[in-house]
């Protein structure tokens, strides 16, 4: 959990908005999604079919100007639902922790940049 105060974000990598279906895969059931913001570090995803914190799972999805889809491993770390007027009952936000091999946080660190981003890249997880 996260108890810093508000304004005092203490993500690593900054997190872009984008649009994505997705399907989160636990276990080989697939359950539909939509991807609501994605960094290096992590995704927020809506479901109507929420998953507990802790749970491993797999966000596939096609990443902007990718021909093929990826599957991303992650964690749920963080369990929202998601109430009120524009917002149908049963949609959970999840907030997920990815787990990624140093080639896929470099592949979306790239993807991130080129199709999201007109900043300079943040610094490499190497610390150079």
Do not use: W
Not at 47 to 67: C, D, F, S, Y
């Amino acid at each position: 959990m996260n108890d810093a105060p508000p304004g005092n974000d203490r993500r690593r990598y900054p997190r872009y908005s984008v649009r994505l279906d997705a399907a989160i895969d636990e276990a080989g059931r697939l359950r539909r999604a939509a991807v609501r913001d994605v960094s290096q570090g992590g995704a927020f995803v809506t479901t109507t079919e929420p998953a507990p914190v802790g749970t491993e799972l797999k966000i596939r999805m096609t990443l902007p100007g990718a021909e093929s889809e990826e599957a991303l491993d992650g964690r749920v770390v963080r369990v929202i639902e998601m109430r009120g007027d524009a917002m149908p009952d049963h949609i959970t936000g999840l907030g997920i922790e990815f787990r990624l091999s140093p080639e896929q946080r470099a592949k979306l660190r790239d993807v991130l940049l080129k199709y999201c981003s007109d900043s300079e890249p943040p610094p490499s997880d190497d610390g150079h």
